[in-house]
């Protein structure tokens, strides 16, 4: 009984935890949904915005007390604009979706939801960690060696 408790506990931190993309799957893998080249955004850009905002973890989650937010997913997109989470006030949910599509293993909706963010305004400059860690950077090394 003891060993089903313990293997039930390791089942649900695996579940808890959800995917973490190893660097090149990731890069092929956003590859082969378009990002590379998207509103003119190198994939070495979205792979170095998804190092830094979520270690590349489908199920990362940010709480943002200030403004009562939370950011979902690889991508960290806020419930505030982009997702409905049915606790953000104010939310406008941009890209018609549940939050909860952000944390799924499939990312195929949450890139769709990364590239109605960068049709706004301001881009990919959405991303804090984006202008923080990657702007101006050399990102050669987020795709090198991954034969994208």
Do not use: H
Not at 92 to 97: E, R, Y
């Amino acid at each position: 009984m003891k060993a089903l408790f313990i293997l039930g506990l390791v089942l649900l931190s695996v579940t808890v935890q959800g995917k973490v993309f190893e660097r090149c799957e990731l890069a092929r893998t956003l590859k082969r949904l378009g990002m590379d080249g998207y509103r003119g955004i190198s994939l070495a850009n979205w792979m170095c915005l998804t190092r830094w905002e979520s270690s590349y973890n489908t199920r990362a989650t940010n709480y943002n007390p200030g403004s009562q937010s939370t950011d979902y997913g690889i991508f960290q997109i806020n419930s505030r604009y982009w997702c409905n989470d049915g606790k953000t006030p104010r939310a406008v949910n941009a890209c018609g979706i549940s939050c909860s599509v952000l944390l799924q293993d499939d990312i195929t909706q949450a890139v769709e939801c990364a590239k109605r963010v960068v049709r706004d305004p301001q881009g990919i400059r959405a991303w804090v960690a984006w202008r923080n860690r990657c702007q101006n950077q050399d990102l050669t090394s987020y795709v090198q060696g991954c034969g994208v």
